[in-house]
């Protein structure tokens, strides 16, 4: 299918706003769900960032940990992208599957975070155990509760700690058992529901 460069210029353009915006927005939604240092310059980044916007929304209370006036602007993006991506590829999708579509694409996304982050904690570890810099303080905040989850179920045997295998294939499954169906229902729920 030919499509026109204004068109695929408008999809690039839209995801890399939208996908900007959620990531900030899930990034303060994770840091502040872990309780990670909030001196740390790119976790402060992340706050200042998405202060005002989360200002407006304040009146939504949290739950326990989680920002849930973070998560509402975060699936809000996402559902504002999958439509304007919809309008652009000229389907009609209902409300209810734009919301539900950027509910998929934002578990997709904290996924997508973990994944990375897990990796990098992993290959920093090889190259430079005991280095110490605020963005590798960070990874190591936002992984180390999963990881010390699954470590009292899966003790390391020795030096090899294999926890973070266990999670990377767990998230893996999650993406394609949850994320990606809720993505597909809300591209598949008609106009008429």
């Not at 030919?2 to 999809?11: D, G, N, R, V, Y």
């Not at 989360?54 to 975060?74: D, G, H, Q, Y």
């Not at 950027?102 to 290959?123: P, T, W």
Request: with cysteine.
């Amino acid at each position: 299918m030919i499509t026109h460069p204004m068109t695929e210029a408008s999809f690039f353009l839209i995801t890399l706003f939208f996908g900007a915006a959620s990531f900030v927005f899930m990034m303060r939604f994770l840091l502040e769900a872990v309780n990670a240092d909030t001196g740390n310059p790119i976790s402060q980044f992340f706050m200042r960032l998405s202060r005002p916007l989360i200002s407006i929304v304040s009146f939504i209370p949290s739950v326990r940990k989680f920002n849930v006036a973070c998560f509402c602007i975060i699936i809000a993006l996402e559902g504002l992208r999958f439509f304007l991506i919809a309008l652009l590829s000229g389907m009609a999708i209902r409300v209810v599957g734009f919301l539900v579509g950027g509910l998929g694409e934002s578990i997709q996304l904290a996924i997508q975070i973990y994944f990375f982050s897990i990796l990098i904690r992993v290959i920093a570890s090889w190259i430079s155990p005991h280095t110490f810099n605020p963005f590798l303080s960070l990874i190591h905040q936002l992984t180390e509760p999963l990881l010390n989850r699954v470590r009292r179920l899966i003790p390391p045997f020795g030096i090899i700690d294999i926890s973070p295998v266990v999670i990377l294939i767990a998230l893996q499954l999650l993406s394609i058992l949850v994320a990606r169906p809720l993505i597909q229902m809300g591209v598949g729920l008609p106009m008429g529901l």
